[in-house]
């Protein structure tokens, strides 16, 4: 019995399905017509609600705005921080772009909805240019532009402002570090869309950089923008738009802990020849001043990044002077051995020392004030010259003046060929 009442139940259900059927099975097209005509016209209480059903009532977000015209974009970059890598010479931008376009399909009467001049609109819900950015470092990953909101005004015009974060590969240059710059570049593309149907525009300068936040190791400058057309399939082309940066240190810092010790490594070099031969202070500072050399240059390799092709120039530099207290050391050790020699002195080497000797500048540079109490102002005394082992001193002196000034030649000329030219 039971089993017999349920299925006169289910009978009954099926015979009166057709009286609460609410989705009906089939809808014919003049419904459908029907339903699309009334769409614009649906009243509500909220003239904000029914504006917004107006607008996208038969709206395609895929088309452009207008398929027989093309639709110009205007685009402008606003950048707020940047953060560089200087050993990959990739450059993280977070900034904000604002585009703007004409929507003709978008336009309405402010008088019909309460004076409504502008609407609040997702950027999925109408149609947004397909804009790129060909900067990522990453080349599987280009970047498109995230949702955002929109701001849509009753003349068309659609105002939209993104915030991006772009990671852009750089050309860094590392010669003239710490004063280095490096170039950077950003471009934006419409892929999908030709220019017959969108042309990028730069809005004016096309960049904003008054709300950019200064950074504490890098000076941050706009150069300029430039739109190019680039060809594609098919014989079309496609707009580009390209925004080139310059990144210059801030090189306080790097003053203090390498060109300044390089400046005071130079100076102690040329104080090494400046001392008597025979002082032991002569060796200590000459022994002192290799060893810093070798210290600062380890320290300068720890701050230099990835240099790629060209040396950086402070390192050209330390590895000159380097050389030049080497050569100072060797020096200081040879003529203190010079110098006590006491076997006779070949004869061009005592003319020379005679010449020298003989000459004011010579002596005052040469000759110690007990030698000048033993010879007269204008001549020297040649048997006082002849001794062999006042002569091999002298010989020394000579060797050791012209030494400082061949050196202080040649850092005159590795500064002049190593400071940048800017």
Known sequence: MRILKVLGFFSILF????????????????????????????????????????????????????????????????????????????????????????????????????????????????????????????????????????????????????AVKFISKCNPDFTYWPYDKHQCRVTFFSWKETTGQVNLQIDGTGIFMNDYINDTMWDFKFINSTKRVINSTSNETSPWITYDFLLTRHHGKMNASTIVPAIALMMLTLVVLCLDLKSIERVMVACVNFICHLLSMYVVQLHLPYNGANTPHILLFYRESLGLATFALILTALLRKVEDMTTDIPSWISLA??????????????????????????????????????????????????????????????????????
């Open 353 to 422: 020392t005679t010449f020298v000797l003989n000459n004011k500048a010579g002596r005052f540079l040469i000759l110690k004030d007990d030698d000048l109490k033993t010879t007269d102002r204008d001549n020297v005394n040649e048997e006082n010259t002849n001794a062999p082992k006042s002569s091999w001193k002298y010989f020394s002196t000579i060797i050791d003046w012209l030494s400082f000034f061949c050196i202080v030649l040649t850092y005159a000329i590795v500064l002049i060929i190593l400071l940048p030219v800017s």
């Open 15 to 162: 015979i009166n399905s057709d009286q609460f059927n609410v989705f009906p099975s089939f809808v014919d097209s003049e419904s459908i017509q029907k339903v699309k005509a009334t769409c614009n016209f649906m009243e509500s209480i909220s003239q904000l609600l029914n504006l917004k059903r107006n607008l996208f009532c038969d709206y395609d977000n895929n088309a452009t705005p207008n398929p027989s015209k093309t639709t110009n974009v205007s685009l402008s970059l606003m950048p707020k921080i940047l953060d560089f890598d200087e050993e990959n010479g990739d450059i993280s931008l977070h900034s904000w772009i604002a585009l703007n376009w004409m929507d003709p399909q978008l336009i309405w009467t402010p008088s019909d909805y309460e004076e409504i001049t502008f609407v609040h609109v997702k950027s999925w819900q109408i149609w947004s240019p397909n804009l790129y950015a060909d900067t990522i470092a990453d080349i599987s990953d280009r970047n498109r532009l995230p949702t955002t909101e929109c701001l849509l005004y009753n003349s068309g015009l659609v105002s939209c402002v993104f």
